[in-house]
């Protein structure tokens, strides 16, 4: 039973344009929510997160849009560069379960020049 | 200022032997928690460490033991290995406290022949 669900396996976007990775759970009891970026033969990198009494958070270029009700989040890149070329994982947590993470499969974006 | 640092990098075993993965964790911080991630998937939460006792654990069998000593750095063991544990093993640090982003070393990729 996959509780984080990233459907897209891959996005391929311009420089410059817009990027937006989709991310839906199925657990109502996720408070809190991550991206990370992971090149090849690195760990994943964090990003941004955002917490359900939030609807948006924002970082520079990254913005996190969270819709409680759909139970999807998303992020975006503008603009996007060609070193955001990554996987980028979603993750969420319970508050009162800790801190152990379920992540979704990812989806490989690239950026073309 | 050092990140989450893993070794070994790289690891081939065979089936049936017991293997041990080290980590140290970002400076500053007390809460240590592994991953499995398989190819084409995203992490799956192994256990998390706090002051020195195993705080969550997630679906794994008893074979996957782990331990984290007063300086917060923590092992990975696995017994009787099996193929299918060859995966990417991350170790993520934070601060033991609710919300907080974890922070990935790049990970110790184990080869089970």
């Known amino acids: 039973d996959q509780q984080v669900k990233q459907n897209s396996p891959s996005l391929s976007v311009q420089e410059g344009r817009i990027s937006i990775l989709n991310c839906d759970y199925t657990?109502?009891?996720?408070?809190?929510f991550l991206w990370y970026k992971k090149y090849p033969a690195e760990g994943p990198t964090f990003l941004i997160s955002i917490s359900s009494i939030k609807d948006k958070n924002e970082d520079g270029r990254f913005t996190v849009f969270l819709n409680k009700s759909a139970k999807h989040l998303s992020l975006h890149i503008v603009p996007s560069q060609p070193g955001d070329s990554a996987v980028y994982f979603c993750a969420a947590s319970k508050r009162n379960y800790g801190q152990n993470f379920v992540f979704g499969p990812g989806t490989r974006l690239s950026v073309l020049p | 200022d050092a990140g989450v640092t893993q070794s070994p990098t790289h690891l081939i075993k065979t089936r049936g032997q017991q293997v041990t993965l080290r980590c140290s964790p970002k400076s500053g911080h007390d809460t240590v928690s592994w991953y499995q991630q398989a190819l084409g998937q995203g992490p799956q939460f192994i256990f998390q460490y706090y002051e020195e006792e195993e705080r969550q654990r997630g679906n794994f069998p008893d074979r996957f033991s782990g331990h984290q000593f007063p300086n917060y750095s923590s092992e990975l063991n696995v017994n009787a290995l099996l193929l299918g544990d060859s995966a990417l093993y991350l170790c993520a640090s934070s601060l033991g406290e609710v919300n907080q982003p974890q922070h990935f070393g790049d990970g110790t990729r184990l080869s089970i022949l």
């Open positions: 657990n109502s009891m996720f408070d809190y």
